[in-house]
């Protein structure tokens, strides 16, 4: 009916605009309203004609300004805010930049006929009918999807789960990429085992002998959720209906400028399995390696490199290159740690043979032919790597490593029209790990509701098991319970720095720490203005209490371990007790009491 209205309207009157013609018709209505009802009020005719002629043109233009105005301020301050050096404005700048870039290939690959920019009119048809249908589907093949299938098999045993992930490999644990496969013999280094915390050898894969009573899809992309129909799609098409799915997709390594031109031999992010090969073979090269980031993955990094090396060195006698580190902040882990601590870390690589490159940031990176280093003819030539630094040093390289962050995989949700965190970034759910009904998020792409401590999100393996465990009970029972558990983190820098941390663990937050006969208490400040260093032989092992409002809300066990103080950690920080005199955390937790946390 309403579509026979509409064509009479048009064929009827196919001389002017549909406005028009609406308008002249509610006048014509309003003229017969008047001509039954009584005489139009003269004041009212007469404003009418006065300011029809006079004020309409100049009102119009006045609305219009701010839309061209407002865009091209706003763009105007961003960039001046940026020229003078804004670093939230640059990252976002960034995020902005790579985000079109990806979106723009995406497009010229013709590989996003799934994928709407979020300003698309998205309609989905209900009814919507899927090739396979499972009770439980898992996005995303890590750690969080890993835990949430073993969870759900706890509650039912039969259900049909099904787990896609982009990677070649059935789902494995990323901490020893950075850390114990680089002390693996060679052979034991190809075939992913290393020596874990127990002694016992392990493979990076959780279930290497294969999985049972559940399929896998590797190499396979998801690249829509379709919340209303309950289906998501792959890019080759295929689909699957869920009863409920969990998005378990983590994040995408930061580039640096540059990047994008050098092949993945000359330049490389540090995530996956593969990156974890390709970095093994070029180390085994005797390539000079310049690693960027000064957080915990670059420092890893950096270690596990230069001693690799230095094992190598001493093996093989030959010369197997360099490992310089470079990184914006003063000192490395500077953003997490107090000084003293970030200087023992500092310590442990230059013992190693890292060369160091703090408060410095990287500009660009680009392929130069450089002259041949130890060449007698100086017209033999070889290709470098040149990474330019904010002062304008040059430093010359065969492979670089980036280790600068990750975005969290949003873009699945976001499409979906699922709420992102504007200022957190990642899936933002309820405290029950719940997205949108029946869809669930878990790992490092989860912004949750923590009932205690608010709004957060993690990028830590703990929390992505714990998450993962918690969302696939939530997924299997008919019960869900909100997600308590305040999770926890680690790392490893060699044998001498190897440290457990609970809540917020961050330098611009005052410390007071409690080691082998001495108290150190620090004032907060932000990462890039540390506070003057500390020495004392007493900080091999000790716990340090992270404060806010006279509260503690982190806590750092250095070389220290055992499940039992991460439990008295945990509670002392949910206790939200006030401490006006700080020497009463001396007795909290007796360090001498704590074994030593063994790294070998
Ligand atoms: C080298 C390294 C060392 C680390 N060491 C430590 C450590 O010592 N301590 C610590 O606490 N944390 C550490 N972490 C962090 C920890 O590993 C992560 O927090 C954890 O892996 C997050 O798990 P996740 O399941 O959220 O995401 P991930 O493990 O990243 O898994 C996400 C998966 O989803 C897949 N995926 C994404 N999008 C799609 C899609 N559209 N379709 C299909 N599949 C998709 C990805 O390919 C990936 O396989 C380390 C991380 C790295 C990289």
Redesign the pocket.
């Known amino acids: 009916m309403f579509q026979n209205t509409f064509k009479r309207f048009v064929l009827n009157s196919n001389k002017k605009s549909a406005t028009h013609r609406f308008a002249k018709r509610c006048s014509s209505s309003v003229k017969h309203h008047f001509e039954t009802m009584g005489d139009r009020p003269k004041y009212i005719e007469n404003a009418q004609q006065e300011t029809k002629g006079k004020f309409g043109p100049f009102l119009f233009v006045l609305l219009a300004l701010p839309l061209v105005f407002v865009p091209l301020y706003t763009d105007y301050w961003i960039q001046s805010d940026i020229k003078n050096g804004d670093p939230l404005l640059e990252e976002f700048e960034q995020y902005r930049k790579e985000r079109n870039a990806r979106l723009a290939k995406q497009r010229a690959e013709g590989k996003n006929h799934h994928h709407h920019d979020h300003h698309e009119l998205k309609v989905t048809s209900l009814n919507k009918s899927a090739d396979e249908q499972y009770k439980y589907v898992l ?7 890993y835990c949430a299938y073993k969870a759900i098999r706890e509650n039912d045993p039969e259900g049909s789960i099904l787990i ?4 070649n490999y059935a789902p494995y ?3 020893p ?3 114990e496969l680089w002390q693996s013999s060679d052979s034991d280094a190809a075939n992913l085992l290393f020596t874990a915390w127990n002694n016992e050898k392990a493979h990076v894969e959780y279930e290497p002998e294969g999985y049972k009573n559940v399929t896998l899809l590797t190499g ?4 829509e959720v379709d919340v209303i129909n309950q289906i998501v799609t792959l890019a080759n098409g295929k689909s699957f209906g869920y009863d409920k799915c969990l998005l ?4 995408t390594p930061r580039e640096i400028p540059g990047s994008e031109a050098l092949p993945r031999d000359r330049i490389s992010t ?3 399995l593969e990156d ?1 090969k390709n970095v093994y073979r070029l180390s085994q090269s005797g390539a000079d390696i310049v690693v960027v980031g000064g957080s ?2 670059g420092t ?1 990094l950096s270690y596990a490199l230069s001693s690799h090396k230095t094992a190598q060195r001493s093996e093989k006698g030959k010369d197997v290159g360099s490992v310089t580190q470079v990184y914006l902040e003063p000192e490395v882990l500077a953003r997490n740690l107090p000084r003293y601590l970030s200087e023992s870390v500092r310590d442990a690589l230059r013992s190693v043979g890292v060369k160091l490159k703090p408060n410095r940031n990287v500009i660009k990176v680009s392929l130069q032919k450089r002259s041949k280093p130890n060449s007698t003819n100086s017209q033999e030539k070889v290709e470098k790597v040149i990474v330019t630094l904010d002062n304008g040093e040059e430093l010359e390289a065969d492979f670089v490593l980036t280790a600068t962050g990750i975005f969290p ?1 949003t873009e ?1 949700a976001e499409n979906a029209g699922l709420e992102i965190d504007p200022v957190n970034g990642g899936i933002v759910t309820n405290a029950e790990l719940e997205a949108r009904q029946n869809v669930f998020v ?5 912004s949750y509701y923590d009932v205690v401590l608010g709004r957060r999100r993690s ?6 098991t714990a998450t ?1 465990r918690h969302a696939g009970l939530n997924m299997s029972s008919p019960h869900m319970k909100p997600f308590r558990h305040v999770s926890m ?4 820098v060699g044998k001498n720095v190897s440290f457990q941390a609970v809540g917020e663990i961050k330098s611009e937050l005052d410390t007071y720490g409690v080691w082998d006969g001495v108290a150190v208490s620090q004032n907060g400040t932000p990462w890039n203005n540390a506070p003057a260093p500390l020495k004392n032989e007493s900080f091999k092992r000790g716990i340090v209490y992270y404060m806010r409002d006279n509260k503690v809300v982190g806590i750092l066990l250095w070389n220290v371990s055992g499940a039992r103080v991460m439990r008295d950690a945990r509670k002392i920080i949910l206790q939200k007790k006030q401490y006006r005199d700080l020497s009463e955390l001396r007795d909290l937790i007796d360090v001498k009491q704590v074994p030593a946390k063994s790294n070998n």
């Open positions: 996005v995303g093949g890590g750690t969080s999807s896609l992930t982009e990677e644990q990323r901490p990429l950075s850390k396979s992309k998801v690249v378990g997709t983590g994040g540090f995530r996956t974890f915990f993955l890893e995989n699945l878990a790992g490092d792409v989860l990028e830590h393996y703990e929390h992505a993962g983190f680690w790392s490893d």
